[in-house]
């Protein structure tokens, strides 16, 4: 594995948001009516855009959600925003691999994604090489469409990209991007199965720390 640049998934990869925003969700669910567990939570909306779960959780529910229920899981989230930090051992594998070019390909907003590298000092690692798929490109993933996109912005062909994954469903849109996929097992809400799932995806090197990422890729 030798790439030309990386491709990050932004949380459970830089900032270790997944448990808290899973816990929340499932919390939500529950309250309106589908009963949802955080495994549940983590298995079935971890890693796709707000768009697409909402269509998921519709179905299931058999009725629309509340419109107010995205405010309200963002509005708990951010009251204890003071517990999300980055995912340990990213800030040091991004001073390492300053050499190479890299972006954030994410499911989440880039307001999101800017606002978090800012608090936590890693904005200056990707300028504004930040895309949303819920804001850049028509669909989610496990499309590869925005791993292409930043692909296309990088200038790469995305053969020669590693991609940095935390969930199946990112893994397989870089997977089917046709790039290479590391899945990083580093963030909190990674249990002791949580390869599994993302060999059962298709990945081969998984990873349980960023110094791992280092070792296996070689970079």
Not at 30 to 43: A, C, F, I
Not at 141 to 154: C, E, N, V
Not at 163 to 173: C, K
Request: glycine share 10%.
């Amino acid at each position: 594995m030798s790439p030309r640049a990386i491709i990050f998934d932004f949380d459970g990869v830089i900032v270790d948001s997944e448990k808290l925003a899973n816990e929340l969700l499932a919390a939500e669910l529950t309250t309106v009516g589908l009963p949802t567990s955080y495994q549940d939570s983590l298995r079935l909306y971890m890693g796709r855009h707000w768009a697409d779960n909402a269509a998921a959780i519709e179905a299931r529910l058999g009725r629309p959600l509340p419109p107010d229920l995205r405010e309200r899981i963002s509005g708990s989230f951010h009251a204890r925003i003071d517990e999300v930090g980055a995912v340990p051992g990213v800030q040091a594998f991004l001073d390492r691999t300053a050499h190479l070019p890299r972006a954030v390909a994410s499911s989440s907003p880039v307001a999101w994604l800017r606002g978090s590298l800012e608090r936590l000092g890693l904005a200056h690692h990707f300028g504004d090489r930040l895309f949303s798929a819920a804001e850049h490109v028509s669909r989610g993933k496990p499309a590869p469409d925005i791993y292409l996109h930043a692909a296309g912005a990088l200038g790469v062909p995305p053969a020669e990209i590693l991609v940095i994954e935390d969930t199946p469903t990112g893994a397989a849109a870089g997977l089917a991007a046709g790039m290479m996929v590391v899945g990083l097992c580093a963030g909190g809400h990674c249990g002791p199965d949580h390869g599994e799932s993302l060999r059962a995806a298709g990945v081969e090197r998984v990873a349980r720390s960023w110094a791992e990422v280092e070792e296996t890729v070689g970079v």
